[in-house]
């Protein structure tokens, strides 16, 4: 615990629902950001509603914060979210080999998915008023895969016969989130977006990028300064804000 990043709350529960709605339910109230840790979540969620697989050992956190930012720079924050996320595991694995950034939000290992990240903000007048940055990793246990042709789950344990408690994981997830938010803070989303980039998976590859309208194939180009996706397709380039990617 010497290195918990000053200013930053930490919260250990036994059990919870969930870590995203404990964060909602304590969000407007607090002064600072604060981490919430669920050793065991009984309704845990993911992207778009869906179900998170929670088995017992796996690492499931929130990191509840009020940013002063318009909402496009607070949803840049899953970039920063990962980049941590990235940190943790080479740090407790001490190694980097293996592990890839995947858009918009998981961290792969070997090629399987590791961990995912999801953002919820709440605000009004256009304003947010709290953000919610909640991050599962499969820490021990690997759970079953949700989507059709999505990449199959990994874990740490599994893959690098490294193990690790939730808590030690977060104790080490903290103070790297602490570093690349300073980083963020001070410097903006470029040297975010140039270290994500560095360990994107696929870049430079055919995906498919899943919207909610059409499935559209192209090569992984960059992300650009809005964090969107871009893809060089037969039809052109395209920015691509929100999807599922596939490869």
Known sequence: MSDWPQGYGRRVLAEVDSTMAEAARI???????????????????GRRGRAWRDPEGNFAATLVMRPDAPPDQVALRSFVAALALFDACVAVTGRAEGYALKWPNDVLLNGGKLAGILLESSG??????????????????????????????????????????????LDVLAPAWARREQVFRDYGFAPIREAWLARAARLGEEI????????????????????????????????????????
């Open 124 to 169: 009004q007048g256009g304003r947010i008023t709290h953000v919610a940055i909640g991050i599962g990793v499969n820490l021990v246990n690997v759970p079953p895969a949700v989507d059709d042709g999505a990449v199959a789950p990994v874990s740490l344990a599994g893959e690098t016969g490294v193990t690790v408690t939730p808590e030690a994981f």
């Open 27 to 45: 969000g407007p109230g607090l002064a600072g950001p604060e981490w919430i840790l669920g050793l065991r979540q009984t309704a845990g969620r």
């Open 208 to 247: 498919v990028a899943r919207t909610a309208r059409e499935d559209c194939r192209g090569v992984f180009e960059t992300v650009d300064e809005q964090g969107n996706l871009v893809l060089s397709t037969p039809k052109g380039r395209r920015a691509i804000a929100a999807a599922e990617v596939f490869f």
